[in-house]
């Protein structure tokens, strides 16, 4: 039976991962769409939220039959424990992709500050940090995860200088306002998804050592 | 294994917070030193270093085989009536070795009790089982003995099932109620330490939980040494528990911490299913 456990634990540990991409490409699209004004790819970004929401439920679900089924222990248990909570910081990746890509419509007919600001190094940043993170839980391997509480200082650092840009641009130009309050308010969206890969690297350590840490 | 490192070690990872600190109280009830065990030229237990705190539960698990009875049968000297058993190192009770030449066994047997696999009642009524032990001792007065008979039925969570059948035969009682009868007569006699060698194994899940929750009851009064093959029990039930493979004792340390993240692989191996 225990052999009945570990490959049904690999199986769930597959729709983690493909969650976590579709997550991330959601984010990734969203953030080409936003900067395109692209409302077909944005519309193709805001259908999948489903999927995440599916997907969320399923493996929610499968886990808490395993663990009644087989009363995991141990790693076993460190596993099914940290994907329940790794989804649920997946679905919010993902949620803040659609959140994102709803933005373009908003936007279409808005002009853009000159530059794009630096959303999208902010950006860049923040998706090797979820990358790192999924590769760490995918290979409960540390080593990818080892520096990210000070890479997510770095977003935050990024988060407040695009909210002083954008102000700046506001004061400029007032045709900006509303481009650089929905920037604003992304560069908040992408700071939290850095909280989220950091709140996915604390759950993958407890997975690999068995001990809670807090990356702040 | 040393006891106090693990409880010292609970005490740094829990600094500040109060209600998981080390009582003054905790300390050591039963010690094994370098305890060797032999039937015939078979070693069944290899330098077994252990300490078991008071008023606590301490579960023993491991595969068939590993030596986890043999283990629990030496802290009373159980083995001493199996052919060909030869002990060497001590177990200490209290800081006295229970080998020693001078120990009266029969008394180390009043304070350290025993509870086996199948209940074994006597054939006799429930009221006699419970008052076998305290006339052996010499308790005589009726009124004494019935106030034995209540506490110890009360204690064994069995009073109010059978208070009104105490002279029915023992062997009416079904097998859950049957050994929780074997632990209100082993109570009656006041051990400070019961040993349970797998005692839900014969019993459906029903009689199974009554059991678990007088163990956990009891640990108030005294310290349980309980074998158990089912390591969900064994997580339940005890606040200590001891891995042992092949007659060592490979891995001692709190039920959570060998339930959660063990620190040996071996241990982790087995109770994972990983094993073979």
Redesign the interface.
């Known amino acids: 039976?225990?052999?009945e456990?570990?490959k049904e634990i690999l199986e769930l540990k597959e729709n983690v991962v493909r969650m976590g991409h579709l997550s991330l490409d959601m984010l990734d699209k969203s953030m080409k769409a936003l900067k395109a004004k692209d409302p077909n790819l944005a519309n193709e970004i805001i259908q999948k939220k489903d999927l995440i929401r599916q997907l969320d439920s399923e493996i929610e679900a499968k886990a808490l039959r395993l663990i009644a089924l087989y009363?995991?222990?141990?790693?076993?248990?460190?596993r099914l424990a940290t994907i329940l909570k790794v989804i649920t910081y997946l679905a919010r990746l993902g949620r803040y992709g659609k959140d994102i890509a709803s933005a373009v419509d908003e936007l279409s007919d808005k002009p853009y500050p000159a530059p794009f600001v630096n959303l999208e190094h902010m950006w860049e940043h923040i998706k090797k940090m979820i990358s790192n993170a999924l590769k760490s839980f995918t290979e409960a391997d540390l080593k990818y995860i080892q520096d990210i509480g000070s890479r997510d200082d770095e977003v935050d650092e990024m988060r407040w200088s695009i909210f002083r840009e954008c102000i700046t641009y506001m004061i400029e130009d007032p045709k900006t306002i509303t481009s650089c309050a929905f920037f604003a308010m992304i560069a908040r969206f992408l700071e939290r998804c850095g909280d989220n890969a950091c709140k996915i690297a604390e759950k993958v350590h407890y997975m690999v050592?068995?001990?809670h840490i807090e990356i702040t | 294994m040393d006891v106090k490192a693990i409880l010292n070690e609970r005490k740094e990872s829990n600094e500040g917070d109060k209600s998981q600190k080390v009582k003054s109280s905790d300390s050591i009830i039963l010690e094994c030193r370098d305890l060797n065990l032999w039937y015939e030229d078979t070693q069944a237990l290899k330098n077994i270093n252990l300490e078991l705190l008071k008023n606590h539960v301490t579960a023993i698990i491991g595969p068939s085989g590993c030596g986890k009875s043999t283990l629990i049968r030496s802290f009373n000297r159980m083995n001493d009536v199996i052919l060909g058993c030869r002990t060497e190192g001590g177990v200490l009770f209290h800081e006295k070795n229970i080998y020693d030449k001078k120990t009266n066994v029969i008394e180390v047997r009043k304070k350290i009790g025993m509870i086996f696999q199948k209940p074994n009642p006597f054939p006799m009524s429930i009221f006699d089982n419970i008052t076998y032990g305290p006339e052996v001792q010499g308790e005589e007065d009726p009124q004494k003995l019935e106030e034995i008979v209540e506490f110890s039925l009360k204690r064994a969570f069995l009073w109010d099932e059978v208070k009104d059948r105490l002279n029915d035969s023992a062997l009416t009682l079904s097998g859950g109620q049957q050994q929780r009868l074997c632990i209100a007569r082993a109570l009656a006699i006041e051990p400070e330490v019961l040993l349970m060698d797998e005692p839900t194994a014969s019993l459906d899940p029903i009689a199974t939980a009554k059991i678990e929750e007088l163990v956990f009851e009891l640990k108030k009064y005294m310290t349980v040494i309980c074998v158990t093959h089912n390591?969900?029990q064994a997580?339940r039930i005890s606040d200590f528990t001891c891995f042992m493979y092949l007659g060592e004792l490979i891995e001692y340390g709190e039920t959570t911490q060998i339930?959660?993240?063990?620190r040996k692989e071996l241990?982790?191996n087995y109770?994972?299913?990983?094993f073979g």
Not at chain 1, 71 to 78: G, K
Not at chain 2, 259 to 262: K, L, S, W
């Open positions: 039976m225990a052999k456990l570990h009363q995991p222990m141990a790693i076993d248990l460190r050592t068995g001990e | 390591m969900q997580a339930f959660e993240r063990p241990t982790e109770i994972t299913g990983r």
